[in-house]
Each structure stands twice: as C-alpha cells, then as structure tokens.
C-alpha cells in the first residue's frame, strides 16, 4: 500500500532508517512474502552472515519461505550472481556496505556509494528485476552517502520509529509509480513486524 499497489518490475527502491529499527526485519518478512508467492527472490546481507539470517528468519516462522540468501559485500561478485539468478526481486543490505574494486575509496564513502548504486539501478532497468537497496539514515536524518543516491532510485521509503517503543512508521517521500502520501504503521513483536 505504501509502494501504490505493490513493488514495479525493473525498479529501484531505497528504504532508509536508523540502524536497528527493524530495516532487515522488515525486508525478510517482505522477502519471505514475496518468494512465497513464487517470485524468485535473493536476500544479499553485506552486514550479516547468512547463519546470522536464518537465526532470524527461524525466529520469525520463515524458515520455510523459498528466499535465496547470500552473504557478499563485492559488488562484481553480486553482480555477477544477479545475472546468473535473475531474480525477480533482489534485497541489498546494506548499500553502505557495498564496494566496487574500480572506485579507490572506502566502502560507505561518497564514491562508493554512488557507484554501487548506479550499478544496482542499471541492473533492475536492464534485467527487469525489482531492486531494494537499504540505506542507513545519518544523525540528521538523511540517508547516509550522497543525494543523488535519492535521485538514481525510483522510489524512496523511510521506516521510523522510537527506540524503546514497538511502532514504527513506513513513508514514502518520493514515488514514480504512484502517489507518496500513504503511511504503514507495524508495530515491532518478538515474532517481527505485525
């Protein structure tokens, strides 16, 4: 609902927030959904090994849930697994994790950030896949690395919320497929977002 009607093929979507907030939870479950539903669908963790994932998806009854995982932070060998795959929706988390051996800068840098999404988007447009890249919110509360980040991607969420308290909200602040003034509102469970 807050996408417009649902994730567009051969899209790129940015879903920004505080660290810890629930970003990953949020997307496993959206992955779990998505897959069950028989699309095919790979969960690439740049912060997690993949064991650290299944722990989490056990705690939250997905277990089952046909979602490919992988656990990579080399953008050429990501790359090179999303051309072999081709999935139908690919979760990258997080693009501050991301690097690319031909940007000579650190991964979470200016540089580093632009390439690798610029490189993720081209892959969605090309290969029609829907592409959802995490981004990690700074103090202020931009997403860390450079606007034009923003700019690449077709639609922008953030997920929100206070620490300590079980809401969180799902806003879209920019959306080219539909309009960007609808909210989700989950509340954080031990069995995840309800």
Not at 19 to 39: D, E, N, V
Not at 47 to 72: D, F, Y
Not at 148 to 154: G, L, N
Request: hydrophobic fraction near 45%; avoid cysteine.
């Amino acid at each position: 609902r807050v996408l417009g009607g649902g994730l567009v093929p051969a899209s790129a979507t940015l879903v920004g927030g505080d660290p810890g907030i629930g970003k990953s939870t949020l997307l496993l479950q959206a992955a779990a959904s998505f897959a069950s539903r028989g699309l095919k669908t790979l969960y690439i963790s740049g912060e997690e090994a993949s064991a650290q994932i299944r722990m989490r998806a056990a705690r939250l009854g997905l277990s089952e849930a046909p979602v490919r995982l992988a656990a990579e932070t080399n953008l050429r060998d990501i790359l090179t697994t999303l051309e072999a795959e081709r999935p139908d929706v690919a979760i990258i988390d997080s693009i501050q994790t991301m690097w690319l051996d031909t940007v000579g800068s650190a991964p979470g840098s200016v540089s580093q950030v632009r390439s690798a999404a610029h490189e993720l988007t081209t892959f969605a447009k090309r290969r029609g896949a829907a592409v959802i890249l995490v981004g990690h919110v700074t103090k202020d509360g931009q997403i860390a690395g450079p606007r034009v980040v923003e700019h690449m991607v077709d639609t922008v969420l953030y997920f929100e919320g206070e620490r300590g308290h079980p809401v969180r909200i799902l806003r879209a602040v920019k959306n080219r497929f539909g309009p960007a003034d609808e909210i989700g509102v989950f509340e954080m469970t031990g069995q995840g977002l309800s």
